[in-house]
């Protein structure tokens, strides 16, 4: 399940954050079917640690 969707048009991208593990999803526009993310950043606290609303991410 999805807790946050961004639209980024200028940038022709989709951001995701899952609701689970705080996964951060980055998706290339226009998404076809089975689109998978072109960049995924886990959340460094853990699916265990994750708050619902605090994630910390470290950008490769």
Excluded: W
């Excluded at 980055?26 to 994750?50: D, E, F, I, M, T």
């Excluded at 619902?52 to 950008?59: M, P, T």
């Amino acid at each position: 399940m999805v807790a946050a969707l961004i639209a980024d048009p200028p940038r022709e991208l989709i951001y995701t954050l899952q609701s689970t593990d705080g996964e951060l999803g980055v998706y290339g526009l226009p998404l076809g079917g089975g689109a998978k993310p072109v960049l995924a950043l886990k959340c460094l606290a853990g699916a265990s640690n994750c708050s619902a609303h605090e994630h910390l991410f470290l950008a490769p």
